[in-house]
């Protein structure tokens, strides 16, 4: 199992790389939440408010999602692939049944 971080500039941004991740089989589960975000851009100090998106899916899927991501937003984020070492046996079924394993096959489909 691979976890995303995502961060993006608005709740309905989740919320549509969701439902996309979702309905392609990218995902078995999502989450988001707002933060306050910190940060340099332009030699300035800027603080505002950030949406964080957690993505639960498959080894394997990192160019997929980063290009469903790409898709919904133009500006520069952070997409970080945090590895699990292990889950509870109900979530490894579910999302076993629901996103399937990476494979070649699919590789060259997608």
């Given at each position: 199992?691979?976890?995303?971080?995502?961060?993006?500039?608005?709740a309905e941004e989740a919320h549509q790389?969701?439902?996309?991740?979702?309905s392609q089989q990218l995902a078995v589960c999502t989450n988001w939440f707002p933060i306050t975000c910190a940060?340099?851009?332009e030699g300035k100090?800027?603080?505002?408010?950030?949406?964080?998106?957690l993505v639960k899916t498959q080894s394997g899927y990192r160019e997929e999602?980063?290009?469903?991501?790409?898709?919904?937003i133009t500006y520069t984020n952070v997409v970080a692939e945090i590895s699990t070492e292990?889950?509870?046996s109900d979530f490894q079924t579910w999302l076993n049944a629901e996103?399937?394993?990476?494979s070649l096959t699919r590789a060259k489909i997608s």
């Open positions: 199992m691979k976890l995303y971080y995502v961060t993006l500039n608005t790389i969701s439902q996309a991740l979702l940060y340099r851009w100090i800027v603080c505002e408010p950030e949406t964080v998106l999602i980063e290009q469903v991501i790409r898709q919904h292990s889950i509870n996103v399937p394993m990476k």
